[in-house]
Every structure is written in structure tokens, then in C-alpha cells.
């Protein structure tokens, strides 16, 4: 399902972003609606429609997006101020169903966020 989304696609090359990261196991690129000076979307190269969609063998993987995000936060120059967001669903925001980490920052940054 994911496979096909907007995200999917960027993933494989057919449409372009402004890639910040790429390895074997995701990408991230900066958000073309940001909703902060920083906002990066970070996704695994595998296509996972929603974090609830996740298996035990994704393990690994959700593991290196956490720890990948902290290294795009600090090569972004946020140091250790910035939120990760991850939306699960469309009642709870997502709006593109392949799994992705909303890295955020570069001003103050409120709570509850909405």
C-alpha cells in the first residue's frame, strides 16, 4: 500500500526532494509544508503504511530511525532541542501512509502540541 505514495516514490527516486540524509535503511528530506525553520521527514526505505503496522523483525528498523534522527538533529545544527513526531493513522494526522518521523525544531517549541 505504502509502496505507492507519495513517499514511496521519493524513496525510489521518482520524484525529487532536498535529501538532507540517505543510507541502506531510510532517507530524509526537508518537508515542503514545514511547520518549523527546521522540519525534516525522515521514512525507511521499507514500506510500512503506520507504525502499527510494524512487525517484530522491524525492530532494528525503528530502532535506527530514532538514533538516525538524533544524528540529522545534530548535523542540522539542533542540537538537543527538537521534537520527533510520529503520526499513527488519519484521526491522529497522518496524511501519507507510509511511515515517517517528523523531525522538528529550530525555534521554541510548545506543549501540548494540538
Known amino acids: 500500500m505504502s509502496e505507492d505514495t507519495i513517499f514511496g ?8 526532494a532536498t535529501m538532507v540524509y540517505e543510507d541502506e535503511h531510510c532517507l530524509a528530506f526537508r518537508d515542503l509544508y ?3 525553520p ?7 526505505r ?6 502499527c ?7 532494528a528498523l525503528l530502532g535506527h530511525l530514532m538514533l538516525t534522527a538524533s544524528k540529522i538533529a545534530a548535523q542540522e ?6 521534537r520527533l513526531v510520529v503520526n499513527n ?12 518521523l517528523h523531525i522538528i ?10
Open 9 to 16: 516514490k521519493i524513496a525510489r527516486g521518482e520524484l525529487p
Open 34 to 36: 514545514p511547520a518549523a
Open 38 to 44: 527546521m522540519h525534516i521527514l525522515l521514512i525507511p
Open 46 to 51: 521499507k514500506p510500512i503504511p503506520r507504525l
Open 53 to 59: 503496522d510494524a512487525v517484530a523483525e522491524d525492530q
Open 77 to 82: 545544527g539542533l542540537g538537543d532541542a527538537y
Open 89 to 100: 493513522g488519519a484521526g491522529a494526522g497522518q496524511s501519507v501512509f507510509h511511515l515517517h
Open 105 to 114: 525544531g529550530g525555534r521554541s517549541l510548545s506543549w501540548p502540541p494540538g
